[in-house]
């Protein structure tokens, strides 16, 4: 069992980090395959180490492609975690949304509402617990009104079997509104202010 306050699956932060990293890595990969290719293409030497020791001569050519790579490794990085940002705050931010207006229809009175998600949303876990919540107080609500509706039969019992002159029944019938009064107070009992 999940612990009972986690709002947000334990996933999602293993799978939002990963993806960060696989980002950084694949922009990594890029920006040195670019940088290889440009180093190899632009006939300054063989090797990046002979490219630095004429840094002299070649100042301004080097300043030029090392902004260039650095640009194309930030860029793309950037322009994920951007991405990553929006996509899984759009599952988290669309779901609140969600869970505010169920819990104002709970607030109002209607109890038999219920969080529906997608399935990529994050907090599922919340869903489930308010989903829960609305159905218990569903539950003890139904069960207080019926009792209260026999509660009322009962009483209207009562002065019919007063009104009749019949002790016998208006005695049951004590007994009766006794036991609905008891069935009401335990049921308000269960609700913890």
Do not use: C
């Not at 399935?119 to 569903?138: F, G, T, V």
């Amino acid at each position: 069992m999940e612990h009972p306050l986690k709002a947000i699956k334990t996933t999602f932060t293993v799978n939002l980090s990963l993806r960060i990293v696989v980002l950084m890595a694949a922009a990594t990969a890029v920006s040195g395959v670019v940088f290889y290719s440009l180093a190899s293409q632009s006939g300054l030497a063989a090797s990046y180490g002979s490219v630095i020791s004429n840094a002299s001569v070649y100042k301004a050519e080097i300043l030029k492609k090392s902004i260039f790579i650095y640009a194309l490794f930030t860029m793309p990085m950037l322009a994920g975690v951007v991405f990553l940002s929006v996509l899984y705050s759009h599952r988290v931010a669309g779901p609140l949304q969600r869970v505010k207006k169920v819990s104002r229809d709970i607030a109002e009175g209607k109890l038999d509402v219920k969080v529906r998600f997608r399935q990529n949303d994050i907090i599922h876990p919340l869903a489930e617990s308010i989903n829960r919540m609305a159905e218990s107080y569903n539950m003890r609500y139904s069960r207080l009104r019926g009792s209260v509706e026999r509660m009322q039969e009962e009483a209207q019992a009562l002065e019919a079997s007063v009104k009749g002159g019949d002790m016998d029944d208006a005695g049951k019938a004590i007994a009766a509104l006794s036991m609905s009064s008891k069935e009401i107070e335990r049921l308000l009992s269960d609700v913890k202010l």
